[in-house]
């Protein structure tokens, strides 16, 4: 069983910047390919970003390349996404999922291949 909390959500104006957190109980944080996925009202939940277990690989929705930063410290069971040059169409909720991965692989899935979902973070942007 892991347990996924985020933080770090917040109000902040168009071209701003904000840091998400995961964090992730358990002593093994390493076997988990871990994601991030947003859900705006109305729509359905999007894929934004993924790591492997290792952090050696990093996948991105094409709306957020360039502007986004997935990175992970197995240490501290903690993911990250720091999200620069924020856009009003960024606002969302932020979910971060993980996915029992002891084989490694891809961590471009879908919501469904999920195994731990964390209640999500609210990220506001003002235009």
């Known amino acids: 069983q892991v347990q996924v909390v985020e933080s770090g959500g917040g109000l902040v104006q168009a071209g701003g910047s904000l840091r998400l957190s995961c964090a992730a109980s358990?002593?093994?944080?390493?076997?988990?390919?871990m994601s991030w996925f947003r859900q705006a009202p109305g729509k359905e939940r999007q894929f934004v970003t993924c790591?492997?277990?290792?952090?050696?690989?990093?996948y991105y929705a094409d709306s957020v390349k360039g502007r986004f930063t997935i990175s992970r410290d197995n240490a501290k069971n903690t993911v990250y996404l720091q999200m620069n040059s924020l856009k009003p169409e960024d606002t969302a909720v932020y979910y971060c999922?993980?996915?029992?991965?002891?084989?490694?692989?891809?961590?471009?899935?879908?919501?469904?291949?999920?195994?731990?979902w964390g209640k999500g973070t609210l990220v506001t942007v003002s235009s």
């Open positions: 999922a993980a996915r029992y991965s002891p084989m490694g692989g891809s961590c471009y899935l879908p919501p469904n291949a999920m195994d731990y």
């Open positions: 790591v492997t277990r290792s952090g050696g690989s990093t």
């Open positions: 358990g002593r093994t944080f390493s076997i988990y390919a």
